[in-house]
């Protein structure tokens, strides 16, 4: 980070390296077309850079933090567009996946993301998919569920949760 | 905003779901509650790896070269930079000026009141906007090269009164001294606060003329001089005896506060 912050090349690249991809594979999901996945991307490193400093690894893993950015700046973007056909998203069990033997750090967070995604119910998984990946809102699903708002906050919460636990259960003791 | 209600919103603004009015409340309430921050952390973490569950898509080649150039340009446009231990030192030392701000409550719980809701009323308030009020610097100082020096303040006759300081030097906007103090007894108004460097410089930083219910009080001043090397602040009463003494440190020593620790906060706090 020290190298992002005073715009090392190498240390850039070496972001881009293991970030580069599923960075841009959030904007194919989110935004549904390269043109707009490369922009997110180019957005995302570029937001990264100016907000090195507050990068604080005591809070989150690095992976968490640019993505967190990513996974934002594509919402923004997403509901800006009003009007936008939201993708259909395609998980990565779904998928049959090309092998990326140079990143291996990025095949076990995918990894680990599938797992904590198996964790949930068919019910919880469906609803953070549509929060997170389509960038629903808890009131906008609880309109299309015709359940209370409060209810889908609450869901929100206990299949986040579930992930957490999920995340804490396979780090290294 | 009450913990309560932050905590509410906490997967909402994990999952990016929060209008920018509420994520803002919620962000600004983060900065100073340690114990929704780190719930918050979780849940981000959660939501954060959930990330990598869409399948993978390769990017042209050519957007790497296309993703540096565009760093490139900001860097050469001259974008002011920032060294990071300064501007980590400055989140750090607000974060846990924001949490001493909180020490009304000492007085609040220890019962010296005589009514306990308003007074528990008015110290949420008056946290509420110091908090405001820290924060607006904070947004300043997050695009300029701030360097930040703290340290809490101490009663003299070792009684409930409470505090901290702050300075923040930098070479781009105006040096800034934040004093927060809280307990201080109205018989002693008004207070002088001043800052003091090794040479025995002494700076009159300002006057508290009014405190809250509470004791409590915040003095945001910004000085057009250098404040490098002052280090020592010093409060006095009317009749110019130290009530609060300390000494600002620059590695952000109000991480482990001496005054004694304030009470946790009432439940929707």
């Not at chain 1, 599938?114 to 990946?133: K, M, P």
């Not at chain 1, 809102?137 to 957490?164: C, F, M, Q, Y």
């Not at chain 2, 006095?236 to 130290?242: T, V």
Request: with cysteine; net charge negative.
């Amino acid at each position: 980070m020290e190298g992002l912050l005073e715009g090392n090349e190498d240390a850039i690249r070496s972001l881009y390296s293991r970030f580069g991809r599923p960075v841009f594979s959030m904007g194919m999901r989110l935004l549904g077309s390269r043109e707009a996945a490369e922009e997110l991307t180019q957005d995302v490193f570029l937001t990264a850079w100016r907000k090195a400093a507050r990068f604080d690894p005591a809070r989150g893993r690095l992976s968490t933090w640019l993505m967190t950015i990513a996974h934002n700046l594509a919402v923004d973007r997403l509901r800006r567009e009003t009007g936008v056909t939201r993708p259909t998203l395609v998980l990565v069990d779904e998928v049959p996946d090309a092998p990326c033997v140079d990143e291996e750090e990025g095949v076990m967070e995918r990894d680990a993301a599938v797992r904590a995604l198996g964790c949930l119910s068919d019910a919880e998984r469906n609803l953070l998919t549509r929060a997170y990946f389509r960038g629903l809102t808890a009131r906008e699903i609880a309109e299309s569920d015709h359940i209370p708002l409060g209810t889908v906050k609450t869901r929100l919460r206990a299949a986040l949760i579930k992930v957490r636990k999920a995340n804490e259960d396979k780090e290294p003791s | 905003m009450s913990c309560t209600a932050v905590r509410d919103r906490l997967a909402e603004r994990a999952l990016g779901l929060l209008d920018a009015s509420d994520r803002q409340s919620v962000d600004r309430h983060l900065v100073w509650c340690a114990a929704c921050r780190r719930e918050s952390d979780g849940l981000q973490g959660a939501a954060g790896s959930l990330a990598f569950a869409a399948a993978s898509v390769e990017p042209d080649p050519a957007l790497e070269e296309k993703v540096l150039a565009t760093l490139r340009r900001e860097l050469t446009a001259g974008r002011p930079g920032t060294p990071r231990r300064g501007r980590l030192a400055v989140a750090a030392v607000l974060a846990a000026m924001l949490a001493l701000s909180g020490l009304g409550w000492g007085a609040v719980m220890a019962g010296r009141a005589a009514r306990l809701e308003e007074r528990v009323r008015q110290a949420g308030q008056r946290q509420i906007e110091s908090i405001d009020k820290v924060q607006t610097i904070f947004e300043e100082l997050e695009f300029a090269d701030g360097l930040a020096s703290a340290g809490p303040l101490s009663a003299v006759g070792g009684g409930i009164e409470g505090g901290a300081g702050m300075t923040v030097t930098s070479g781009s906007i105006r040096d800034v001294v934040i004093v927060l103090v809280s307990g201080l007894g109205a018989e002693g108004a008004p207070f002088r606060v001043e800052l003091a460097d090794h040479q025995g410089t002494v700076l009159d930083v300002g006057r508290i003329r009014k405190l809250d219910i509470d004791g409590g009080a915040t003095l945001i001043q910004r000085f057009a001089e250098e404040l490098e090397g002052f280090r020592r602040v010093v409060v006095r009463d009317a009749a110019g005896a130290i009530v609060l003494q300390g000494v600002l440190d620059s590695d952000a020593g109000l991480a482990s506060p001496t005054p004694s620790p304030a009470p946790a906060p009432a439940p929707g706090q």
